[in-house]
């Protein structure tokens, strides 16, 4: 590789004295002249040099205007110059170096004298350079620093501050850190979670399979999102929604985990409530006819499956319209309310019960015998009990703050309407009539008995 050799302006309006150092000093460094300070000037503005070696004495523009406006460019300020004069005077050479001057050589030039301070001027300004590069390194890297600690600080004041739980752990499940929202939502100080596994917020609620899940993404580095049911310190349970994620270095290694977990026990409240509206009575609590249309949906396909018979029974109050008349809709609705408690006592935990409306329940038998007689009787049987439980007495009370309590003793009957079935080809809908036409003839033979619907094929 070549070495590029230094650049020397030299100004000298005797072209004479141009041409003797350049000459001398042309196998060292590449010579450029100028023969006034104006073009000096110029030349230097289009092509810095490295060093400048300038006359003093000049027509026009002498050396110390040309230095000082060398000095005044940001581009040429640090470019050494070297004043070359006849004059060998104290004052002129405090002049020099007070404009900026780096040195001075007087006339006749002693050629190796001034090829070594030229050398020495270009070596400082080498120094300088490299530096001034060293400082501006630092300067960038400190600047770079403190824009991240900055971002840093910031981070750290929203993490504390956030309204989410942080968590963060290490590849064993071991908490390094919670922030204040932590604290706040389960109970539990810093200091007390620290170095703790999260499975001691575990309520036992949570189904296993989604921890599995979680840590199978986990520990394939992939983030997992999803629900816990868990306990905080005071024993309440509590929804979180977690999202929780590797943290990686720059290699893609993982290094620890962190999760944001959001207290929903709000939010899960508020869903079970709509569902609860959409699926239940409110009154006594039982499913709705919706619930049931979706249960006796399944039923049926059961049935057609194993072929075992299944029973749907239409339950109609006796004369529930003159007690609410009478005794007015609280008494009714407590009524209603035991009667429901009465139902499900009489069935198994796989049937269902449920109110389809005013005075009207429907309860569905599921996996009777396969055979029709054998089911019948099954379903008979509690049909009979349902009526016995439901003709016990009644002690209905209402409490009136600040005033004596209300105590309604009332009986009451029911007719049951009931229809098996196992693989028939009809729908929902054929089952409800056939069991509602069957409750009406119960009633239409003395109320309080069941009648059955026999399905003609």
């Known amino acids: 590789m070549t070495h590029q050799r230094p650049k020397i302006l030299a100004i000298d309006d005797n072209p004479a004295n141009l041409l003797t150092l350049g000459a001398a000093l042309a196998n060292d ?39 000082q406006r060398i000095k005044e460019q940001p581009a040429l300020k640090h470019v050494p110059v070297i004043f070359v004069t006849a004059l060998n005077e104290f004052e002129s050479e405090v002049k020099g170096l007070e404009l900026g001057a780096a040195d001075y050589i007087t006339k006749p030039i002693k050629i190796e004298i001034a090829r070594q301070r030229i050398r020495n001027l270009l070596d400082r300004e080498r ?10 390194l630092l300067q960038s890297e400190l600047i770079q620093r403190q824009q991240a600690q900055s971002v840093l600080r910031t981070l750290s004041v929203a993490v504390e501050q956030s309204p989410v739980t942080v968590v963060i752990t290490d590849l064993d499940a071991r908490i390094h850190y919670v ?32 921890h599995l899940d979680m840590w199978d993404k986990l520990t394939h580095g992939v983030a997992w999102k999803g629900e816990l049911l868990n306990k905080r310190k005071n024993g309440e349970l509590y929804w979180e929604e977690a999202q929780i994620a590797p943290v990686k270095t720059p290699d893609g290694v993982v290094t620890h985990y962190v999760a944001i977990k959001s207290d929903v026990s709000e939010r899960k409240l508020l869903e079970s409530q709509v569902r609860n509206l959409a699926f239940y009575d409110p009154l006594t609590q039982l499913p709705n006819r919706r619930m049931l249309g979706d249960r006796l949906n399944q039923a049926i396909a059961a049935a057609k499956r194993n072929s075992l018979y299944c029973a749907l029974m239409f339950l109609d109050l006796d004369n529930f319209k003159p007690l609410n008349d009478s005794r007015g809709h609280d008494i009714g609705d407590l009524l209603l309310h035991e ?20 005075d009207e329940f429907v309860v569905l038998l599921r996996d009777l015998n396969i055979s029709a007689g054998e089911a019948h009787k099954q379903a008979e049987g509690v049909a009979e009990k349902i009526l016995l439980n439901l003709a016990e007495h009644y002690s209905l009370t209402i409490v009136r703050e600040g005033q004596d309590d209300i105590t309604v003793v009332h009986q009451c009957t029911a007719s049951v309407g009931v229809v098996l079935f196992n693989s028939f080809e009809g729908t929902q809908k054929d089952l409800l009539n056939w069991s509602d036409k069957a409750m009406y003839e119960a009633k239409q033979k003395g109320r309080n008995r069941v009648c059955f619907h026999q399905i003609t094929v």
């Open 29 to 67: 460094f590449n010579i450029q002249t100028a023969t006034s300070g104006g073009m000096g000037l110029a030349l230097a503005a289009q092509n810095p040099p490295d060093l400048i070696l300038l006359d003093i004495m000049m027509p026009e523009m002498d050396g110390y205007e040309v230095c």
């Open 339 to 358: 009667v429901a408690l009465r139902l499900q006592r009489c069935v198994r935990e796989m049937d269902t019960v449920a109110r389809f409306g005013g």
């Open 179 to 210: 922030n204040p929202c932590f604290t706040a939502i389960t109970g539990y100080s810093a200091a007390e979670a620290i170095g703790q596994n999260p499975r001691f917020l575990q309520s036992g609620l949570t189904p296993r399979q989604t």
């Open 127 to 136: 120094l300088r350079q490299e530096v001034q590069k060293q400082r501006d």
